[in-house]
């Protein structure tokens, strides 16, 4: 598997994944843990803000381009099958694309709209709050996690001599 182009794929999905880990961590270890000490109206209107801003920042081309990676990575793994750690490789871009892309589309993504499309001064924020808290919460756990692996495996491919 030794190529310029899988060691370079692989630099590139472990740096862009770790980065999104950090994003991740940062959100789930003491962001939200913030937003929950504030008063329900608060917190929702910080994570709309949030939610608002990070469409126009650096995260989105990042949040992209780290998925486009991992599915080279899942594509590079399957063309190197017969070679040793083409099929971690593999395993990495599909956790990625399925614990950080699809988690974000399915679970985060909508829970976000949800919570735009509330009143400010809505009676059901004290109720609404806590589930998007820990529902939210919970799930992007899984996408720091499933970064964090993916990072994890390309450094191990990238120092086991793999590429």
């Known amino acids: ?18 980065i999104m880990a950090g994003v991740y961590f940062a959100f789930s270890g003491f962001i939200m843990q913030a937003f929950n000490k504030l008063s329900a109206s608060q917190a929702v209107a910080a994570m709309n803000v949030i939610n608002v801003t990070i469409l126009r920042s650096v995260f989105m ?6 998925t ?8 590079a793994g399957l063309f190197y099958w017969s070679e040793t750690g083409a099929g971690l490789m593999m ?3 599909l956790v990625y694309f ?13 829970l976000n709209n949800r919570l735009a499309s509330l009143e400010p001064d809505s009676e059901n924020l004290n109720k ?31 120092s086991s001599n793999y590429c």
């Open 61 to 66: 081309p990042l949040f992209f381009a780290s």
């Open 1 to 18: 598997m030794s190529s310029i182009f899988v060691t370079t794929l692989l630099w590139v999905a472990a740096l862009s994944s770790g």
């Open 98 to 110: 399925i614990g950080m892309f699809i988690c974000t589309a399915i679970f985060n993504v909508p």
């Open 68 to 75: 486009i990676v991992s599915l080279f990575l899942v594509i």
């Open 91 to 93: 395993v990495a871009g």
């Open 128 to 158: 609404i709050w806590p589930h998007y808290f820990q529902t939210w919460t919970n799930w992007n756990h899984l996408r720091a996690v499933s970064s964090l692996v993916t990072c994890v495996v390309c450094i191990w491919l990238l």
